[in-house]
């Protein structure tokens, strides 16, 4: 599969990016007036836990999770959440909601003070889970998206999903390798203040 052009990844006027398949999902609201988008939030996500590919991450978001398919399922389907973007184990993008709007990913949350992260701040899910490696596809589509969300948005930091929630939540988990990833994407060591120490050690797989 050829990979997208960067500058497809740069989200337009109205906050979709051509790079990304379009999932619209009806779980988003608008932020509030003149709330700048300055934070993006990193999470892994699987359906059914553990495993990959079965398309019901799509339908989690979409409202459509079949609450009979997987025992999990019927502890979930009526929650309602959504995130800006699905990164796929293959690599491909994939959006629910525009940049513009408000995404329901972080939930209680805190960043540096700000509680309600949902309000100024961009989710993408990877996934995957606490217990595997991610691929290098994943990688290689997180590394073009997030500098293109910094191009467009006055993101000043990027952290995980545990970092906003610690105690409440553990993703991305301790093998999104942090160090790979701001390598890869030119990201500035002091644009992820929650790199936990030893984060280059995981080993992915190239």
């Not at 595997?132 to 994943?138: E, I, V």
């Not at 929630?165 to 002091?190: E, N, S």
């Not at 203040?193 to 030893?198: A, E, F, I, L, V």
Request: some cysteine; overall charge negative.
């Amino acid at each position: 599969m050829t990979a997208p052009a960067p500058s497809s990844y740069l989200p337009g006027a109205d906050g979709w990016v051509p790079a990304a398949r379009r999932v619209p999902s009806p779980n988003y609201d608008a932020r509030p007036d003149g709330m700048p988008v300055d934070l993006v939030v990193l999470h892994n996500i699987s359906l059914p836990p553990g495993q990959f590919g079965s398309g019901d991450i799509e339908a989690f978001f979409q409202n459509r999770l079949d609450p009979g398919k997987h025992p999990f399922f019927a502890t979930i389907h009526q929650v309602q959440v959504s995130a800006h973007f699905l990164v796929t184990r293959t690599g491909e993008l994939v959006q629910f909601v525009p940049c513009t709007q408000r995404a329901w990913h972080a939930g209680q949350s805190d960043f540096f003070g700000r509680t309600r992260c949902n309000d100024f701040s961009i989710g993408i899910e990877i996934e995957g889970c606490d217990d595997l490696p991610f691929t290098k596809a994943q990688y290689d589509t997180v590394s073009a998206l997030v500098p293109a969300l910094m191009a467009a948005y006055p993101v000043r930091a990027i952290a995980g999903h545990s970092d906003i929630a610690p105690g409440r939540k553990t993703d991305p988990g301790p093998h999104f390798d942090w160090a790979r990833f701001a390598r890869q994407a030119g990201v500035a060591p002091g644009m992820l203040p929650y790199q936990c120490p030893g984060a280059a050690g995981h080993v992915t797989d190239s």
